[in-house]
């Protein structure tokens, strides 16, 4: 699938980015995405420019991620299986008490890093059981200790 961009001139460019969607969004120009086959290829119009968007996160989707675009009330522990404490990266484990789920850890990985510094390794497993997460991070970029050693039985709802 490609995607090309006819502007109003007439001239046409390839390739899509933030700047692409605020030109279509602004009447300046028109996104096609092409489907190409064998023998010809196909022309789409992209209408959805919302879905457009989401999906090359050019915008934040909170529907696909589940995750929304504000600062997560987060907690975590070491998680129980994780015997090499010292190591570089360990196995977390977190809670989200602001509600979100974690549908996309690249999204997730780079929203902890924005807003407390985790360094949340994405290229490895990852997932998720009794209303918690597992994954690896860097033990360094983590906060020195665990927000649950302290904030066990805070009922903040
Ligand atoms: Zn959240």
Redesign the pocket.
Known sequence: MCYIEVHGDGSVTHGRDAETYRRARAGESRLYAVWPGEWSSHLFVIDDLDGYAKAFGIVHDEERTG??D?H??VRWEVASWEDKLDGTCISIEVW?D???EVRDLNVFAKQMREQRGWDIATTRGWGSGGGSYYMRARRRSLEGRPSTATAKGDTKR
């Open positions: 995750l929304a504000h997560h009330d989200l602001c509600g979100c």
